[in-house]
């Protein structure tokens, strides 16, 4: 049902947990433990799937906390569940006890931070364009805002898609290599003609590092080639299927 970092596990005060897509009660092409707020999914069973996730962090259903996701590099400050309609962001810190910090993900990273002597978490959902547009950075300054010290910082990256799996067409490399020329070595030759391989992996390291946070883990889970334990939106459109379900990813004071 889940998977834990032993980073993270031997971290005083800190609960985390990257889900599976294990351990629920949806069906079909969501089965099982689909936590997508934003699928179209029967609305009972990913409520379902949210409280067993939030049993298991030790929260409250409606304390597993979850933005709506648009690939920014917009942070949200929680300090308990929204008032209203979730906001549009793609990372989240807090130092409230009692919350989990949830981010979704299919493909793109999730990424898990904390700063257990400040008492400070944090939570991105970092695809290639939150990557490259800063979200990374951003989570870590905002940490900091609220008593975090980066150099104490660990971020661990959960189930993402690996370079063996993302191909990209020309345009997006030139992307990468017109902001900075030295990004074309998370490319790699594809069997096609002008595309490659992307290592986005790697790319969320490099902006960690970038960051100076202390640690940096990447759990090495390629979510496109592990169909048993992972959604994957790539290999869903690849088949044409009409949707896919969202592994989350949380991390809760505690």
């Not at 989570?139 to 063996?164: D, F, H, N, Q, Y």
């Not at 090495?220 to 290999?235: A, H, K, P, V």
Request: glycine residues 10%; aromatic residues 10%; charged residues 20%.
């Amino acid at each position: 049902m889940f998977i834990t970092s032993p980073d993270l596990a031997n971290e005083t005060g800190i609960r985390h947990a990257f889900f599976t897509r294990e351990g629920g009660v949806s069906t079909g092409i969501f089965a099982s433990l689909n936590g997508g707020m934003g699928s179209s999914d029967e609305p009972t069973a990913i409520v379902e799937n949210r409280a067993r996730m939030a049993a298991h962090l030790k929260v409250a259903p409606d304390h597993l906390i979850s933005l709506y996701q648009v690939h920014s590099a917009d942070v949200e400050v929680v300090t308990g569940p929204w008032p209203g309609e979730r906001p549009k962001a793609d990372a989240m810190v807090s130092t409230a006890h009692g919350v989990a910090l949830g981010v979704s993900s299919a493909d793109c990273g999730p990424i898990l931070f904390a700063d257990s002597e400040a008492g400070v978490i944090g939570a991105a959902h970092s695809g290639w364009k939150g990557a490259f547009t800063g979200v990374v950075a951003a989570t870590v300054t905002a940490m900091e805002k609220l008593g975090a010290r980066r150099e104490r910082i660990l971020a661990v990256l959960g189930p993402t898609i690996s370079a063996k799996a993302y191909e990209v067409g020309p345009e997006f490399v030139e992307r990468f290599k017109a902001a900075n020329p030295t990004y074309a070595r998370f490319f790699a030759a594809s069997e096609r003609p002008a595309h490659a391989m992307f290592d986005l992996p790697a790319f969320i390291g490099l902006r960690a590092q970038e960051a100076g946070i202390g640690r940096f883990v990447d759990l090495g889970l390629c979510t496109y080639g592990d169909e048993q334990r992972f959604f994957s939106y790539r290999r869903t459109t690849h088949r044409s299927e009409a949707d896919y379900g969202r592994l989350i990813s949380a991390i809760t004071l505690g």
